[in-house]
């Protein structure tokens, strides 16, 4: 089976698009994925408009015209930080891609602009993660209103930073935005609904595969023209310019060919101490990557950027698009229920939509007759995605109230059911928040584990240890990049992993919604973190994650505050494990797994109470779980009645 690690990783490297290769398991056959035809009609690109903010720096955009098309006409944007060009040079005679989509709908009839990133590629100003794009986006649309051929309506679209960058948009509460399209957008994201999701930063814990993209993707340096060129004598020129990074030699280097898992020396380099040198380590250009890694969750450098906090209006419908296995899945139901709510006109509060795939970060458009979520075969997923977006777009952009007529509010597919199904409703109807209890004799080590998940809780005081060594972390490379489900049988087997498993199911039992976990814990160290990781075991062993959660214990209390840990005093702990979906067949058995790392999706706790981003020391935690009738360890799981 080949997963496409390369390609997945390089593409992260570049666009922060964890597009998985979905392919066939060892069969003749080829997967088939529902085609998306080109329109009637040619497509004429006008490059690298100069659209003016309001401080006077230039945004590029690239548009893509409809030729012959009579009447005036509406806009599909994408703000993007990773070079408009690619979609301008993807070969759009293929089937289409996330790069050739904009040939693809404006041969549709509609004008699709793509526009760089203020500081980044083509366009002028400096570039912060995170800052300036309500601003920007607003501006933007006003541009558009002021061409003779524009009809009054904007659709956006957009993964991963450009998903976040259509959120901040609908910020700008904007009257032509109608129809969005935000995909896997958990970038755009703050703290509405209760969680905290700034960037990408997860239970109070940054992703370490964050170094690779500062590096590549997220540098502040490029190689441009002259500003005071108009764009006539910019157009005659600037070919000779490449603002493009060069990432090729870093790239090549990166990846292990024969494990398709980080390099030794890529590992190497994530793990170094302190972390706010790794950047220096890897001689990267100019970026936020500082920043990214020393800022506490709440802190005001996070809070002066552009993200979805409660309260915030909102303009546009939106069909808010996303995977199970996303980083990110829990802020796009987040965002849904926050533009139902905060929408400012009833219009677009009453059109609200969700798109919830199986797969990985921005990769639902690869769904196909054999669809394969990193490890798991979960059958045939083929969704007829581009079209919808399509049609989403002729019922918001031109009017067309038959295209998205009778179309549920959420659709989503079950892994293990093997199947697509849509609600009206979020929670979905029949949902039961049941708990499943930890229990058993003391010893959860998978080797010889005793350790049981019970529908009651246990009847009898006990607890299991191990100790976590920030040296040696538990490395699950699939998971960090998410791209989707995979075996951990074989990682269960160290002596820092607890599991707890029920015994095989006497029946099917199906989830879908939120999920979480309070867990009784105590330690000998003033703060550590807790990973708890939901499983499906299949009969034949294997161990395949369906939904995780991550919390750094010093935010136990909110991530508005840091309150160390008594050593060996108990603490019940709440960790948010996010939103998931599984059927747990019959004969099947339900997992929970409990660790204090999971490297390279979340940055090692040192232990030791201090600034886990500057300091080199660290120290072993032993972790006492606790479970109980007066200490009732559980997670509570939405079970569908």
């Known amino acids: 089976m080949n997963f496409g690690f390369r390609n997945v990783f390089s593409t992260f490297c570049v666009t922060l698009l964890f597009v998985v290769t979905v392919s066939a398991e060892e069969t003749k056959e080829t997967p088939q994925v529902i085609p998306f035809e080109k329109g009637p009609y040619k497509v004429r690109v006008e490059r690298s408009h100069f659209v003016e903010m309001r401080d006077g720096i230039r945004l590029m955009t690239d548009l893509y015209f409809p030729e012959g098309y009579e009447g005036k006409i509406p806009v599909i944007l994408e703000r993007t930080p990773y070079n408009k060009g690619a979609m301008r040079n993807a070969d759009h005679e293929k089937p289409i891609t996330l790069s050739s989509k904009a040939y693809y709908y404006a041969s ?56 976040g960058n259509v959120i901040k ?85 990166a990846i292990d060919p024969e494990t398709g898992d980080f390099s030794e020396e890529t590992y190497k ?51 808010h698009v996303n995977s199970w296995h996303d980083y990110s899945a829990k802020e796009t139901f987040l965002q849904y229920e926050h533009f139902r709510k905060h929408a400012t006109t009833k219009w677009a509060r009453e059109n609200q939509y969700v798109l919830m795939g199986p797969l990985g970060h ?158 009784w814990v105590s330690t000998d160290v003033p703060d550590t973190d807790l990973s708890v990781q939901l499983m499906d075991v299949y009969p034949d062993g294997r161990s395949m994650g369906v939904r995780g959660g991550y919390l750094r214990l010093r935010y136990r209390d909110g991530f508005d505050k840091e309150v160390m840990m008594q050593p060996g005093k108990l603490y019940p702990v709440d960790v948010d494990l996010l939103v998931g979906a599984n059927l747990f067949k019959k004969g099947h058995r339900i997992r929970v797994q409990i660790a204090s790392s999971n490297f390279p999706a979340y940055a090692r706790n040192l232990n030791t109470g201090g600034d886990n981003a500057r300091e080199t020391e660290y120290q072993s935690a032993t972790v006492t779980i606790h479970h109980g009738p007066e200490t009732p360890s559980y997670v509570e799981l939405p079970v569908i009645k």
């Not at 994201?189 to 209760?194: E, I, L, R």
């Not at 960037?199 to 490029?222: C, D, E, Y």
């Not at 552009?306 to 939106?318: I, N, P, Q």
């Open 169 to 253: 948009a609908a910020m700008s509460q904007h009257k032509s935005l109608k129809g969005l399209v935000p995909q896997s957008a958990g970038f755009g994201h703050g703290t509405a609904g209760g969680t905290l999701a700034y960037g990408f930063i997860r239970g109070g814990v940054q992703n370490m595969t964050m170094p690779l993209w500062t590096h590549t993707a997220g540098s502040k340096l490029f190689f441009r023209p002259s500003k005071k060129l108009d764009r006539e004598e910019y157009l005659k020129i600037v070919d000779y310019f490449n603002p493009a990074p060069d990432m090729g030699a870093y790239l090549a280097g």
């Open 362 to 519: 921005c990769a639902i458009e690869a769904l196909s007759s054999n669809t394969i979520n990193g490890e798991r075969n979960i059958g045939d997923a083929r969704f007829d995605v581009w079209g919808t977006y399509l049609r989403w777009w002729d019922y918001t952009l031109k009017g067309n109230k038959d295209s998205f007529k009778d179309t549920p509010r959420i659709q989503y597919y079950l892994p293990g059911a093997n199947q697509w199904k849509s609600s009206e409703i979020w929670p979905i109807e029949g949902t039961t928040p049941t708990k499943l209890y930890l229990s058993g004799g003391g010893d959860a080590h998978k080797v010889v584990s005793n350790g049981t998940l019970t529908w009651s809780k246990p009847n009898a005081e006990k607890s299991d240890r191990y100790v976590y060594d920030p040296a040696n972390p538990i490395i699950q490379f699939m998971q960090s990049i998410n791209m989707g489900s995979s075996d951990w049988s074989e990682l269960e087997k160290r002596p820092d992993i607890l599991v707890y498993t029920t015994e095989p199911l006497e029946s099917d039992v199906e989830i879908t919604g939120t999920m979480r976990a309070r867990i």
């Open 108 to 163: 549709h009839g509609f004008v699709f602009a793509v526009q760089d990133r203020r500081g980044k590629f083509e366009s002028e100003g400096d570039y912060t993660i995170g800052y300036g794009d309500i601003e920007d986006a607003e501006d933007t649309l006003n541009w558009f209103e002021e061409q003779p051929w524009f009809n009054g309506n904007v659709g956006m679209i957009g993964c991963s930073i450009p998903g």
């Open 269 to 319: 380099t994530l793990l170094h101490l302190p972390l706010v040198d790794i950047d220096d380590q890897m001689g990267s250009p100019p970026s936020d990557w500082d920043n990214i890694i020393s800022r506490g969750p709440l802190d005001p450098w996070w809070l002066a950027g552009d993200y979805l906090d409660d309260g915030e209006k909102v303009s546009g419908g939106a069909l």
